[in-house]
């Protein structure tokens, strides 16, 4: 125990002469405009202490004027090195330069951000996108609603999910969060005129409705009307009979077969059937066994 403490005195003795040593150390240095190597090696040439240090981490060719009045080679080195994290230690007769390392807790962290999404009457709402605006995190509610994140405090939650409108949530801290969606008026409110001539909404239909407007058709400037809607309309097969004025167009909806052998178009104008005639069938028009199609 004597034989370290002696040792421990000794150390400290000799790091106080060494600071005292450099303290009583005077340079002479004016310079302008010069680099900081420019600097260190001017200092080596009037003194007796020598730089160590790595070129990696000091920026040797950094440009600084230095005027020191006092001529302490400590202060001349503070005047160098301000503003940087270059720290220096005196061992002998050697000044060791070193970085300080960065805090990391200093960082801003990451925190786990948990939450809930509902509709407007309390139910849970299962598979919202969940999503760090600007960045690719992302996470999915479950079935309970429920979800968790990795988010820095300040950031912005992007909650998105099909028929509601999309919320923007700033992170606060890391309390648990209740988010309400609404739905989109736009997209739900849609409605179409069902062949029975009622309106309905778009999102009650159990089957596939697609419209076409007066412009599209017109577009086509086709003397028959039926040809005009080709290519327009998804599932729809319609192929000319004959050209010219007066031809027919033959019409077949998503694919060729049916239960009944019949698998022409059901066409319904203020919900009456109209019966679909055949060429081939000329008095059949009078007695109405034309053919009504399927649909």
Known sequence: MRISLALLFAVVLQLSAEDGYAQRTRVAISMNNVSVEQVLNKI???????FLYND?????????????NSG???DILDEVFKGTNITYTVVDKQIILSTNK???TEQDPTIQVKGTVKDTKGEPLIGVNVKV?????????DFDGNFQIQAKKGAVLEISYIGYASQEVKVADNKSLSIVMTEDTKVLNEVVVTALGIKRETKSLTYNVQQIGGDEVAKAKDMNVMSSLAGKVAGVN????SSGIGGGARVVMRGTKSISGNNNALYVVDGVPLANISGEQPDDQYTGAGQSGDG
Not at 44 to 50: A, L, Q, R
Not at 133 to 141: D, F, V, Y
């Open 44 to 50: 080596e040439e009037t003194s007796d202490y020598v």
């Open 56 to 68: 990696k981490t000091i920026q040797k060719n950094r440009i600084v004027s230095v005027r020191n």
């Open 72 to 74: 302490k080679i400590l």
């Open 102 to 104: 960065l805090n990391v």
């Open 133 to 141: 605006k600007g960045t690719t995190t992302g996470a999915i509610t």
């Open 238 to 241: 319609i192929n000319a009979s």
